[in-house]
């Protein structure tokens, strides 16, 4: 009948009416799900732009774009904060003291020149032969200036031949200070490769000279001196040959004792054990004088004003 409607009409009716809202439903889903995909991509375009620029910033660009540069790829970065490294220079607690460690390593003043041995063996036989054939005490003096020489810088045969001299000549003590003729009696006392029967009575005979001059106390002066801060091996028997000949010089030890602090009174002291020990303890403790590079610094000097002759 005209009046009535079919079921066909009513499916497409319904079908005019739903079309618009499933065409919005998608339209929806597919804004939302793009947003979110370009936003991410842009960021990931941002970092590795980011990067890459820091990277060749150092090829081409000035210092301060590279700063904003870093800033920048910091502050927009996506990776976390703390996996960033941090590139710091490490603060210098003393920047004084190692400026000067600096120079002193660079100075070339510092640096010790090389001598040659053989001239100063050279040197040290002028001088034993200018001394054995000199007329005059100005020329035995000059002599035994030219083994002083050598002694200053280090060669052993001039310290022993002014050691075992030094008590008996003249000549000897004019130009070789006692401090130093102690030090080169003391030197192989000291070290049990080079200690003889010969090195010990030079020793001693040099203990007995001060001893008779009323000089003990420039004596124990100068082999505390020269002993601070020795710290080659075998220290304890080097030490008990050094006291058991001082025991053989009246005096000797009360003098050393007044210049250890754990000795006590060394106006009766005895070369005892029990001082061998406190001795021992004392030059352990103390820091080394640095003599042997005044004197090689003296010793240069005399050498350069016979090279200038």
Same mark, same amino acid.
């Given at each position: 009948?005209?009046?009535?409607?079919?079921?066909?009409?009513?499916?497409?009716?319904?079908?005019?009416?739903?079309?618009?809202?499933?065409?919005?439903?998608?339209?929806?889903?597919?804004?939302?799900?793009?947003?979110?995909?370009?936003?991410?991509?842009? %960021?990931?375009?941002?970092?590795?732009?980011?990067?890459?620029?820091?990277? #060749?910033?150092?090829?081409?660009?000035?210092?301060?774009?590279?700063? =904003?540069?870093?800033?920048?790829?910091?502050?927009?970065?996506?990776?976390?904060?703390?996996?960033?490294?941090?590139? #710091? #220079?490490?603060?210098? &607690? /003393?920047?004084?003291?190692?400026?000067? @460690?600096?120079? %002193?390593?660079?100075?070339?003043?510092?640096?010790?020149?090389?001598?040659?041995?053989?001239?100063?063996?050279?040197?040290?036989? =002028?001088?034993?032969?200018?001394?054995?054939?000199?007329?005059?005490?100005?020329? $035995?003096?000059?002599?035994?200036?030219?083994? @002083?020489?050598?002694?200053?810088?280090?060669?052993?045969?001039?310290?022993?031949?002014?050691? $075992?001299?030094?008590?008996?000549?003249?000549?000897? $003590?004019?130009?070789?200070?006692?401090?130093?003729?102690? =030090?080169?009696?003391?030197? &192989?006392?000291?070290?049990?490769?080079?200690? #003889?029967?010969?090195?010990? @009575?030079?020793? +001693? %005979?040099?203990?007995?000279?001060?001893?008779?001059? *009323?000089?003990?106390?420039?004596?124990?002066?100068?082999?505390?001196?020269?002993? *601070?801060?020795?710290? $080659?091996?075998?220290?304890?028997?080097?030490?008990?040959? +050094?006291?058991?000949?001082?025991?053989?010089?009246?005096?000797?030890?009360?003098?050393?004792?007044?210049?250890? &602090?754990?000795?006590? /009174?060394?106006?009766?002291?005895?070369?005892?054990?029990?001082?061998?020990?406190?001795? *021992?303890?004392?030059?352990?403790?103390?820091?080394?004088?640095?003599?042997?590079?005044?004197?090689?610094? =003296?010793?240069?000097?005399?050498?350069?004003?016979?090279?200038?002759?």
């Amino acid at each position: 009948m005209p009046g009535e409607r079919t079921p066909f009409q009513h499916l497409i009716r319904l079908a005019i009416i739903l079309a618009p809202l499933l065409i919005g439903c998608l339209s929806w889903v597919s804004y939302h799900h793009f947003v979110p995909s370009a936003g991410q991509s842009k %960021a990931a375009a941002a970092s590795t732009s980011s990067a890459k620029s820091l990277e #060749t910033a150092h090829i081409d660009a000035p210092a301060g774009e590279v700063s =904003r540069d870093a800033q920048s790829a910091v502050t927009f970065s996506v990776v976390p904060l703390r996996s960033v490294s941090l590139i #710091t #220079t490490p603060v210098d &607690p /003393d920047p004084v003291a190692s400026f000067r @460690q600096l120079i %002193a390593l660079t100075d070339p003043a510092r640096a010790a020149p090389h001598i040659d041995p053989r001239k100063l063996r050279a040197i040290a036989d =002028r001088g034993v032969v200018g001394y054995a054939s000199a007329k005059t005490d100005g020329d $035995r003096a000059r002599a035994a200036g030219l083994i @002083q020489t050598a002694a200053l810088v280090g060669l052993p045969l001039a310290r022993e031949l002014l050691a $075992r001299n030094y008590s008996q000549s003249e000549a000897v $003590r004019s130009v070789v200070p006692a401090n130093d003729a102690i =030090r080169y009696a003391l030197g &192989p006392l000291m070290d049990p490769a080079l200690t #003889t029967e010969d090195s010990k @009575q030079a020793f +001693l %005979a040099l203990g007995q000279h001060f001893a008779m001059q *009323r000089q003990l106390d420039l004596f124990a002066g100068q082999i505390i001196n020269s002993l *601070r801060g020795d710290s $080659r091996p075998q220290l304890d028997y080097r030490i008990d040959t +050094l006291v058991d000949l001082l025991a053989r010089v009246r005096g000797a030890c009360g003098a050393l004792a007044r210049l250890v &602090p754990e000795a006590g /009174d060394g106006s009766d002291q005895e070369c005892s054990l029990s001082f061998s020990g406190k001795l *021992r303890k004392h030059i352990e403790m103390t820091t080394p004088a640095g003599e042997e590079e005044e004197s090689k610094r =003296r010793g240069l000097v005399m050498l350069s004003q016979l090279d200038g002759r």
